[in-house]
């Protein structure tokens, strides 16, 4: 990313491209998210950067973002499972749907898992048991029996089951 460098002697200012292409700009985001798809060791989940090494835990509840209310939704991308240092994972109380991805098994680390209060769908994987020692909480959903017999009645809690078949 080019920043602008001002040279006193004739007022003038050398400027560069920032990431957005604006000239004299200071936007970063679009370099961020263009070393995120192109570095394999970072991965790209809801168009933030995370670090595969570095991140260890991750809490997006209740439709925060980096701290800022937003209502994240649409799908748990299966790239999440690229994190596989994370030991917290927590997304619940968002508006998240589709179906847990398989990928989620890779996390075999996390001792914290959090997906309720959704509106996950479809058949809970059973790479979901592959985690240890954490029993994944995914109350409050719309997922499907039969469950991985690794959940306890207490984690799946209420399903709307009315579109399962």
Do not use: H, K
């Not at 970072?42 to 570095?54: G, K």
């Not at 991750?58 to 973002?65: H, Q």
């Not at 109380?93 to 309720?116: D, K, V």
């Amino acid at each position: 990313c080019g920043v602008c460098d001002s040279d006193d002697t004739n007022n003038n200012t050398t400027c560069e491209q920032d990431c957005a292409g604006n000239w004299g700009g200071d936007a970063i985001v679009d370099c961020v998210s263009n070393e995120c798809t192109t570095e394999p060791e970072n991965v790209e989940l809801w168009d933030v950067c995370y670090s595969i090494a570095e991140t260890d835990s991750l809490d997006i509840s209740g439709n925060l973002l980096n701290g800022v209310a937003g209502g994240l939704s649409g799908e748990i991308p299966p790239e999440i499972g690229n994190l596989t240092n994370l030991t917290y994972l927590r997304l619940s109380r968002n508006q998240l749907s589709s179906s847990i991805p398989p990928e989620i098994g890779n996390l075999t680390n996390l001792t914290y898992l959090y997906l309720s209060r959704n509106q996950l769908s479809g058949t809970i994987p059973e790479e979901i048991c592959n985690q240890g020692d954490t029993t994944p909480s995914v109350q409050n959903n719309q997922l499907c029996p039969p469950y991985p017999s690794c959940l306890s009645e207490y984690a799946i809690g209420g399903q709307d089951t009315t579109n399962c078949p």
